[in-house]
């Protein structure tokens, strides 16, 4: 486990989760649970101070152990889902979640 509380099963089954509740129409349900995952976070850059006193930022998805560019590809499929959920489009969010989880599989 990271510091993140994010491992590649939980990742994979909270997008699962998320793509069984829109396929019952739970938009806003779905919404929930794609912010309680929190997945944003490892997009985040962040300080460093492991190495001495210099000061060295890295990306949070490098620190917990995650890809950078898979990081970046499912989290641009998570933020196409939530945008769809905002404008209630329930097909558009189904199909973007499902893109995130091929993303984030395929590894």
């Not at 089954?13 to 995952?37: F, H, M, P």
């Not at 499929?77 to 893109?99: F, K, S, T, V, Y």
């Amino acid at each position: 486990m990271n510091g993140f509380g994010l491992t590649e099963k939980s990742i994979s089954g909270s997008l699962a989760d998320v793509i069984s509740t829109l396929r019952k129409g739970e938009l806003d349900q779905a919404l929930r649970n794609l912010k309680v995952l929190g997945f944003q976070r490892l997009q985040t850059t962040i300080e460093d101070r492991t190495k001495g006193t210099s000061i060295r930022f890295r990306d949070a998805a490098e620190i917990a152990g995650f890809d950078t560019v898979r990081v970046n590809d499912t989290g641009d499929q998570i933020a196409r889902c939530l945008a769809a959920l905002e404008r209630q489009d329930r097909e558009a969010a189904l199909g973007a979640a499902e893109d995130a989880l091929a993303r984030w599989e395929q590894g």
